[in-house]
C-alpha cells in the first residue's frame, strides 16, 4: 500500500513565531500578501474582580495552529476543479497544475480550510503542495525544516497517528469530516478538550488577504 502522507502540529509547543510561514513564503518565492501556510493565534476567557478587588483569570487561554493544506482523503477543491486542474499523486499529495488552471476560484469556494486562493500575480489557483520537489528528492517541507519548537512535522499519516493520536481538529479551524484531512494535532494543554470558546486573534494582515480570493 503507498503511503499517504499529511502534517502533524503541536498546538502545545507551537509559540507562533511563524518561521514555517516565513520558510514557505521564501521556497515558493510568493508576493506580498500571498501565503500558502498561515498560523493562527486562537484566545479567549476573561479577567474578572474578586471579593477583594484581585483580577482573576477565568478559562483565559491562548495558543497558536499552523495551517496550510491539509492534502485530504476526498479533496473539496478537486471534486469542483470544472477542468481537472487539481490531482492527488499516489501518495495523497493534492497538486494544482498551473496550466491547466483557469483561474476560476471553484476550488477556493469550495475548500472549507481556505487553502487555495487565485494569485492576482499569476491569474490561477495556488496553494501548499507539501514541497513534493523536496520530499521526492528525500528532503522535508521547507516549513518542517523551518520550526525552531519542532512542533512541525510531515510523514505517512498512520505512522503520526500512531504516534500522536487521531486528533484532526481544533479550533479555530472548521469541523470538515467528510474532506477526511491528512492532518493530525496535539491539543493545547490549556484547552486540552476543546471546551473552551475564544476567537482569532491575528491582525488582518497576518492572514491571507482577501485581495487574492477569487
Known amino acids: 500500500m503507498v503511503a499517504r502522507y499529511g502534517f ?3 498546538n502545545d509547543s507551537c ?3 511563524k518561521a514555517c510561514v516565513i520558510a514557505c513564503k521564501d521556497k515558493n518565492d510568493l508576493p506580498l500578501g500571498e501565503k500558502y ?12 474582580t474578586d471579593a477583594n478587588g484581585v ?3 477565568q478559562d483565559v487561554f491562548v495558543y497558536s495552529v499552523s495551517v496550510a493544506c491539509m492534502h485530504c482523503a476526498a479533496p473539496a477543491c478537486m471534486a469542483s476543479c470544472p477542468v481537472g486542474a487539481i490531482s492527488k499523486r499516489d501518495d495523497g499529495i493534492v497538486v494544482i497544475d498551473a496550466g491547466t488552471c483557469i483561474g476560476c476560484g471553484s476550488c477556493v469556494a469550495a475548500c ?3 487553502a487555495p486562493y487565485v494569485s492576482t500575480a499569476t491569474g490561477v489557483a495556488q496553494k501548499c503542495d507539501l514541497c513534493f520537489d523536496l520530499i521526492d528528492a528525500g528532503e522535508n517541507p521547507a516549513c518542517v525544516d523551518a520550526c525552531p519548537m519542532r512542533c ?6 498512520e505512522e503520526m497517528r ?11 479551524l472548521p469541523q470538515e469530516p467528510r474532506t477526511e484531512p491528512s492532518i493530525v494535532y ?4 490549556l484547552n486540552p478538550e476543546g471546551r473552551l470558546s475564544g476567537e482569532i486573534l491575528n491582525t488582518p494582515e497576518e492572514i491571507l488577504s482577501e485581495a487574492v480570493r477569487a
Open 8 to 10: 502533524y502540529h503541536n
Open 15 to 17: 509559540v507562533g513565531c
Open 37 to 48: 501556510r498561515r498560523v493562527f493565534d486562537y484566545g479567549g476567557g476573561a479577567w474578572e
Open 55 to 57: 483580577l482573576c483569570p
Open 112 to 114: 472549507p480550510f481556505g
Open 152 to 157: 512541525l512535522e510531515y510523514g505517512e499519516l
Open 162 to 172: 500512531a504516534k500522536h493520536g487521531t486528533t484532526d481538529q481544533v479550533d479555530p
Open 186 to 189: 496535539t491539543r493545547s494543554r
